[in-house]
């Protein structure tokens, strides 16, 4: 019997970027790659030839990344903007925490694990941040247990769009 995928949630922002990425890598990547396999190729002897390696170890990277962000997108059910909501903190939604003791203030994109990038302060709701605010709402302090203990953090605002 075929096992079951389970469909995992994700932005529709994410599930364009995974498009993106995939036709860039099925394209542009793949191009340049064969043509640097072409290129080492006409070298000549391959045994010993670094460069024809290296474009061979890249591509099998490349082939393995299409058939991951393939395999994710089959079994992405994005999530409509609608369905975020201000009154408590859900997928999709920008969230501004308060370290309550430091009284930094942090602001963050909760995401599904595939879109995770923590320079765009995107966070997965399976982190241990993500799992401590999600389904919270404004005002409602968390604590996150971290390396160096528990952290405090206040949620003082959740919006639709990054404003």
Do not use: H
């Not at 045994?47 to 024809?52: A, H, R, V």
């Not at 009154?87 to 994109?109: I, M, P, R």
């Not at 909760?110 to 709402?137: C, M, T």
């Amino acid at each position: 019997m075929a096992e079951e995928q389970v469909k995992k949630q994700m932005t529709k922002e994410g599930f364009e970027e995974l498009q993106n990425e995939l036709a860039e890598r099925k394209t542009d990547k793949t191009a340049e790659i064969t043509a640097k396999i072409m290129e080492a190729k006409a070298q000549g002897d391959l045994s010993e030839n670094s460069e024809y390696e290296e474009a061979r170890i890249e591509q099998a990277a490349n082939q393995q990344r299409i058939e991951e962000i393939e395999a994710i997108l089959k079994n992405a059910e994005v999530i409509d903007d609608s369905d975020i909501s201000t009154d408590k903190v859900s997928l999709g939604a920008y969230v501004t925490l308060q370290n309550t003791t430091t009284k930094e203030e942090f602001k963050y994109k909760l995401v599904g694990e595939s879109e995770v990038d923590f320079k765009k302060k995107r966070i997965s709701e399976n982190s241990p941040v993500g799992r401590a605010i999600i389904g919270q709402k404004k005002g409602k302090t968390v604590s996150v247990s971290a390396p160096k203990g528990i952290i405090k953090y206040k949620i003082t605002k959740i919006e639709k769009n990054n404003g």
